[in-house]
């Protein structure tokens, strides 16, 4: 198999590869990198016109695997695209937002090529978008030889996959965005057990050192224990989630807990496009089973919008604030929360998830308590003196799970995508010093790899 990465910052972000196995050409997704704007935040897909493309699959809905994919159809127009059902189900909603925010950035930050697509473009993509079911083989024909291929649930959100390929008996599995541990809303990846001769992985954690006693009960045990202390103290608690996915798996968790009496009833906020695709989770529960989360947890909590907030001033209505962004990314709605928890010490701000240090999440799990934290586009810091807690509800696999999951399925092979230098070259140092000794490659941008 040749594959080449065509994320220009060769880190994550612009997730989007071309897999050529024998006659057959493949794109495995289209993201956006969320930390660059313009055409810099694109993988470079001009390099695609020269390849006759037979399929692009993508992932999952996240907008690093899926930003890009109406642009994919500027530069190969005719391509198919596959996805999973409750992606499919999912995917239009994530990019008709996209396009909103790319609007706004357009103003903000004065960038003429944006937006990069239309909603016009999202409904024609739209027509050349089908569905496969997990554990399903689609199969490929193409100068008298096949490839086949399968999706299976990868456990990281609601309709993620990893992908299967097979081809003259060579197999070759790509993890995608992996979650091994169940979640309340979710269960965990469903992978083949079967030996693969390639394996391309993810290692978003891998600089990360898991912990050996580590249980996702306990933690939401403590998450819960501190929205208690926070709520009973009179203060509000913030927990900046991603709206696809995270959002809805909190909003469950606390509501099993008012029910069992374990948090106390207390106003819920939160608002945009998490909302939304509360909606849209709910119906993929009823149509696939593949996922079980209801909205009825939002009617019966009475989750009320997030309105009428003053940097720097207390919030109006004490409780729970469960907002996007998760890495508090700047105008969103958990960044302008933080705007009014920060400077008091009642409040608690509970971080759930990856935060990348660059951004003003990971900025303030940086700052030490008393010290200014500077809020960057309001060009106004305010002394952090509100609790900030850290809990691992990642949803991705640790390193350790990874390193087992890779090793049991003896690869002769090893590709490292999505994750950061750090994260890579420590599973490459793992893999160096386990007994089979895969051979690991970890691609440079737009250098095609033979693996
Ligand atoms: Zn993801
Ligand atoms: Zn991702």
Redesign the pocket.
């Known amino acids: 198999m040749i594959l080449t990465d065509l994320n220009p910052s060769n880190g994550?972000g612009a997730?989007c590869f071309l897999v050529e196995l024998g006659p057959f050409k493949l794109v495995i997704d289209c993201?956006i990198n969320p930390k660059e704007m313009g055409v810099k935040a694109m993988p470079e897909l001009h390099r695609l016109e020269d390849h006759r493309i037979d399929l692009a699959i993508v992932t999952?809905c996240?907008l690093?695997?899926l930003g890009a994919l109406p642009v994919l159809l500027k530069h190969v127009p005719d391509v198919e695209i596959a996805m999973s059902v409750p992606s499919q189900m999912i995917f239009t909603r994530m990019l008709h937002n996209s396009v909103n925010v790319m609007k706004r950035q357009r103003e903000e930050h004065y960038i003429k090529e944006y937006p990069l697509y239309s909603h016009d473009d999202i409904d024609l993509l739209a027509k050349q978008v089908y569905p496969i079911m997990f554990g399903k083989t689609k199969r490929l024909q193409k100068e008298g030889e096949e490839l086949e291929i399968t999706l299976y649930s990868s456990g990281?959100v609601v309709g993620a996959a990893g992908i299967e390929l097979v081809y003259k008996h060579r197999r070759i599995f790509f993890t995608?965005?992996v979650l091994f541990t169940q979640q309340s809303i979710l269960n965990g990846a469903k992978f083949p057990k079967h030996p693969v001769d390639t394996l391309v992985m993810?290692t978003?954690r891998g600089a990360t050192e898991a912990d050996p006693y580590y249980n996702r009960n306990e933690e939401v045990k403590s998450l819960l224990e501190c929205i208690n202390h926070t709520l009973n103290g009179g203060g509000s608690v913030l927990i900046p989630v991603f709206a696809f996915g995270r959002m809805q798996e909190i909003m469950n968790l606390v509501h099993q807990a008012r029910l069992r009496g374990d948090i106390p009833i207390s106003p819920v906020f939160s608002s945009g496009l998490g909302m939304d695709l509360a909606d849209y989770i709910d119906k993929i529960t009823k149509r696939t089973e593949l996922c079980t989360f209801s909205t009825k947890v939002i009617r019966e909590m009475r989750v009320k919008p997030v309105k009428n907030l003053r940097p720097g001033k207390r919030v109006s209505m004490p409780g729970l604030y469960i907002c996007s962004s998760g890495m508090m990314v700047q105008h969103t709605p958990s960044w302008r929360v933080a705007a009014s928890l920060l400077p008091f010490h009642e409040n608690t701000i509970c971080f759930v998830g990856y935060c990348d240090p660059d951004t003003q999440g990971g900025k303030l799990q940086q700052t030490k308590p008393g010290e200014k934290f500077l809020f960057e586009q309001l060009k106004k810091d305010f002394p952090l003196r509100a609790r900030v807690r850290k809990f691992d509800l990642s949803g991705h696999a640790n390193r350790d799970e990874l390193m087992s999951f890779a090793l049991d399925r003896e690869p002769r092979s090893v590709v490292l995508t999505?994750g950061d230098p750090d994260a890579r070259n420590w599973f490459a140092e793992a893999f160096a010093n386990a007994v089979t000794q895969p051979k690991v490659t970890i691609p440079k941008s737009f250098e095609p790899c033979l693996v």
């Open positions: 994550m997730n993201g999952h996240h690093d695997h990281h995608g965005d993810e978003t999505h």
